[in-house]
């Protein structure tokens, strides 16, 4: 599993906190910490409050540059931020994300093709969140296509079926499992998956029972990549055990130790 650290958001108070005030160390803890618990990239979200974000990426960037070179992924609706975001990586780099609309499919699969960027696409458009796996796959379709039109390698799309909260959406869950096995038959070179994974707890209780259960069940259908927060152990050793159980790791007494220390 390709493990991205959702916790560089500007949706987490002390993280808005941190880039309106430019505390660098904050924000290079929060990096550091989430590599120690096991994340291969950071997800970078300047939230909602922030008044510049084109600047603020751009300096999220330059102080996590300084601390890692692990991928950075710029997790944003608007290109210009992206654009900005990507004129000052050294490191790799995931753009996060474009959606199905043709528009912004013809700005950020050039993109991504020019800086060899792995790229995030939502199965989203402009007439909103899809209701069932079959609108799901189309839009996931749309994607695959324009990336192959357009040259982009299949292996570096991500795929998102756009996770819902189950108190929202709980007719959609089974739909949304199914959907991240079934982006796979879209192509061949296959299409990888990704999912936001907090967002199935919003607004719930006993939320990292909620995160565990639905990752592991994800994992079962076939996800690649998650965004989530690594510093939850109990979550990350599910996933070690659920990859386990899988046959993707090899079976050893201190698997936990064994795959927790890499
Ligand atoms: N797909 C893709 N990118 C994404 C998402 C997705 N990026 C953003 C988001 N969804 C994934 N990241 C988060 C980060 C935090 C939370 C949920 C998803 C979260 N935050 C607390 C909350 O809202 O309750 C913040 C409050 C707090 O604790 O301070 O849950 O789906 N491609």
Redesign the pocket.
């Known amino acids: 599993m390709f493990i991205i650290g959702?916790l560089i958001?500007g949706?987490?108070?002390s993280i808005a906190k941190a880039i309106k005030e430019k505390n660098k160390e904050v924000i290079q803890k929060c990096a550091l910490d989430q590599i120690a618990c096991g994340a291969d990239a950071l997800?970078l979200?300047c939230g909602p409050a922030s008044k510049n974000p084109t600047a603020d990426i751009q300096w999220l960037v330059e102080v996590i540059q300084e601390v890692t070179d692990k991928t950075l992924v710029l997790?944003s609706s608007k290109p210009q931020v992206i654009d900005a975001g990507l004129r000052v990586m050294k490191n790799k780099v995931m753009i996060?994300?474009t959606t199905a609309d043709p528009q912004k499919l013809a700005i950020m699969i050039p993109l991504a093709n020019q800086h060899n960027a792995k790229l995030?696409g939502?199965a989203i458009d402009a007439k909103g969140i899809p209701q069932n796996k079959d609108q799901r796959l189309e839009l996931a379709a749309t994607i695959v296509s324009a990336c192959s039109e357009s040259g982009f390698p299949i292996e570096e799309l991500y795929l998102?079926p756009?996770?819902l909260p189950v108190n929202l959406g709980q007719a959609q869950m089974k739909d949304i499992l199914e959907a991240i096995r079934d982006f796979k038959i879209i192509s061949e070179p296959q299409p990888k998956t990704?999912?936001?994974?907090?967002?199935v707890?919003?607004g719930s209780s006993f939320r990292s029972l909620i995160n565990r259960m639905f990752l592991v069940m994800a994992v079962g259908y076939g996800l690649d990549a998650a965004?989530l927060d690594p510093t939850d152990k109990e979550l990350m050793d599910s996933l070690i055990t659920a990859e386990l159980i899988l046959n993707k790791q090899i079976y050893c007494d201190s698997y936990l130790d064994a795959y927790r220390k890499k």
């Not at 990704?194 to 967002?199: F, P, Q, R």
């Open positions: 959702e958001n949706m987490y108070l997800d979200n997790d996060n994300s995030i939502l998102d756009i996770v990704v999912i936001g994974l907090s967002n707890s919003q965004i």
